[in-house]
């Protein structure tokens, strides 16, 4: 996981895949949050990629750094807690202008049976399991 966490924070800027249907979407993100040793991800209620997670919880990260890709197979839940959105804000100072941990919206969810290979052209695939 520490890996995994890592990778994803020093590319700040990571993609993830949610599908509707058999249309997948994917998107910008760029919060990734350790909390209770789980790793988070947030966004509003309101949004469609939301909506999408909670029709279908399998999702896809990707991330690009330095040579080196990560992709991330994994299911989410949702955490409505306060304590965990407030961890997330925290973290992302910059999302209160956006969110708050009592607005109805703002939500975290932390991926689980996680599979997280990070990818080169020049070494071997590692993968992690968590």
């Known amino acids: 996981m520490k890996e995994t966490l890592e990778f994803l924070e020093s590319a700040g800027v990571y993609y993830l895949a949610t599908c509707k249907g058999n249309t997948p979407y994917v998107r910008p993100f760029g919060t990734i949050n350790l909390y209770n040793n789980k790793l988070y991800i947030?966004?509003?209620?309101?949004?469609?990629?939301?909506?999408?997670?909670?029709?279908n919880p399998n999702v896809e990260l990707s991330a690009f750094k330095d040579g080196k890709w990560i992709r991330i197979s994994a299911k989410v839940v949702s955490d409505d807690s306060f304590e965990a959105k407030k961890s997330m804000l925290d973290k992302y100072p910059n999302l209160r202008a956006?969110?708050?941990?009592?607005?109805?919206n703002t939500i975290v969810l932390y991926l689980?049976?996680?599979t997280s290979t990070i990818y080169s052209f020049t070494e071997a695939p590692v993968t992690f399991k968590f």
Not at 42 to 55: A, F, L, S, W
Not at 98 to 104: C, H, L, P, V
């Open 42 to 55: 947030q966004t509003g209620k309101v949004k469609n990629c939301y909506k999408e997670m909670i029709d």
């Open 98 to 104: 956006m969110y708050n941990e009592n607005d109805g």
């Open 112 to 114: 689980t049976d996680v």
